[in-house]
């Protein structure tokens, strides 16, 4: 079963903050965050894996809520280079085939 | 060290004909799997393998075969295409489960 992404879609300004929220109906195990660039293939951002750490690497950061199968990744000070289609994947076990959510489109503007 | 290659990067095909996607790899990665991906609907897996000789369907795999009879490689049969598997194919590998998955560049297949 797919997780829900939400927003659909988010346009920002430079600079701006956004949150993505991911959530399945199932318990999970992990959740995977991807960003997919027009026309590109998706490129990986982070994995984070039961027990509710928060990881980040630069401005991009994700929580996971394992008891409420939610994940959110946070944008921050977004730049132009943030413009793309954020998908997350879920996990229900550790060796579990991983479901991609519908995606949500973000638009970085000047 | 190519990574993961995807062959070819288009193609049109008329309804009922028959074609396999290539996606050979190079990175010594167990896990392969194929997602197609259309508009509003994110990436769905069709079929993904845990190593040579093993493989199970995922959420899509009716009009789809596969089979993995090295590490390397991993292709992707269209039975007889119909205008709904129009749509872009893309191959992933993972070193295990639950690891970062890296995709190739994807076919774009058109069927009319």
């Known amino acids: 079963q797919q997780p829900v992404q939400s927003p659909q879609a988010v346009i920002l300004r430079e600079g701006e903050d956004a949150v993505i929220n991911c959530s399945s109906s199932k318990a999970l195990y992990s959740v995977h965050w991807y960003r997919q660039k027009h026309g590109e293939a998706p490129v990986f951002l982070m994995i984070l894996l039961k027990g509710g750490e928060q990881k980040g690497h630069e401005k991009i950061s994700a929580s996971f809520n394992e008891k409420k199968q939610q994940s959110s990744l946070y944008l921050t000070a977004s730049q132009l280079s943030y413009s793309g289609t954020y998908f997350c994947?879920?996990?229900?076990?550790?060796?579990?085939?991983?479901?991609f959510g519908p995606g949500t489109s973000l638009s970085v503007i000047p | 060290n190519a990574g993961v290659t995807q062959t070819p990067k288009f193609q049109v095909l008329k309804t009922g004909q028959s074609m396999t996607l290539q996606c050979a790899q190079d990175?010594?990665?167990?896990?392969m799997s194929w997602y197609r991906q259309d508009p509003g609907m994110g990436l769905r897996l069709i079929h993904y393998s845990v190593g040579a000789g093993i493989t199970d369907q995922g959420e899509v795999p009716n009009g789809y075969n596969v089979s993995r009879s090295t590490t390397e490689d991993f292709p992707l049969r269209l039975l007889s295409a119909a205008p709904s598997q129009t749509s872009v194919y893309f191959c992933a590998t993972n070193r295990g489960a639950n690891t970062e998955a890296f995709f190739g560049q994807g076919t774009r297949l058109t069927v009319v």
């Open positions: 990175m010594n990665h167990e896990y």
């Open positions: 994947g879920t996990a229900k076990t550790s060796y579990d085939k991983v479901i």
